[in-house]
């Protein structure tokens, strides 16, 4: 069995930093893409980046420049480093991870931007 655990949310102000971390345990053959998501209350969930396993990245446009996606293979963890937050990054942000062949999710983690 697959588990995907996810850190780092918490509340910040407008213009801070956050680092959000997810590792994947469990029964791992192969991880292809990771990526993080986001779904704000009373929204649909978003992608917010994604990363290939060589590396490749993509971004959505509210958040190119601000954020960083990266990957650890050896640790099969994903990390986004979100700087310059806005009130509109407020969300419940959640990790995906293709892992054997198969999409996995985390439980998802809480980042309020506020001041």
């Known amino acids: 069995q697959v588990q995907l655990v996810e850190s780092g949310g918490g509340l910040v102000h407008p213009g801070g930093s956050l680092r959000l971390s997810c590792a994947a345990s469990?029964?791992?053959?192969?991880?292809?893409?990771m990526g993080w998501y986001r779904q704000a209350p009373g929204k649909e969930r978003e992608l917010v980046a994604r990363i290939t396993r060589a590396g490749i990245t993509n971004y959505a446009n509210a958040v190119k420049g601000r954020f960083t996606i990266s990957r650890d293979n050896a640790k099969n963890g994903v990390y986004l480093q979100m700087n310059s937050l806005k009130p509109e990054d407020t969300a419940v942000y959640y990790c995906?991870?293709?892992?054997?062949?198969?999409?996995?999710w985390g439980k998802g983690t809480l980042v309020t931007v506020s001041s």
């Open positions: 995906n991870q293709e892992i054997n062949a198969i999409d996995y």
């Open positions: 469990g029964t791992i053959f192969t991880i292809n893409d």
